[in-house]
Nanobody, 121 residues
């Protein structure tokens, strides 16, 4: 059974940083592209980053580019999201998601339970 367990969320002031982690199990983590998505209160899911199985190809939307960094440690079956210069509009539940194959262009088919990030003074 595929499991994705996120952690690292919390309350942070504007301009602060957080690092999210996602521990994966139930599949060969190093074979799959992975992404982070988020959902703000009252809004739909928004994709915020993706990387290929090797972690050397990464992509971001303009809203987080230059502030967020996705990375992975395949030996630890763990995906990370380093978030810097956080803004109140980054407040959301953040989910780790698995793609259906080794390309970030494949659909996402699984996600974790999420971790809450709140940016407020």
């Amino acid at each position: 059974e595929v499991q994705l367990v996120e952690s690292g969320g919390g309350l942070v002031q504007p301009g602060g940083s957080l690092r999210l982690s996602c521990v994966a199990s139930g599949f060969t983590f190093s074979d799959y592209a992975m992404s982070w998505v988020r959902q703000a209160p009252g809004k739909g899911l928004e994709w915020v980053s993706a990387c290929n199985p090797g972690g050397d190809m990464r992509t971001y939307p303009d809203s987080v580019s230059g502030r967020f960094t996705i990375s992975r440690d395949n030996a630890k079956n763990t995906l990370y999201l380093q978030m810097n210069s956080l803004k109140p509009e980054d407040t959301a539940i953040y989910y780790c998601t698995k793609h259906t194959g080794n390309s970030i262009w494949y659909q996402r088919d699984k996600r974790g339970q999420g971790t809450q990030v709140t940016v407020s003074s």
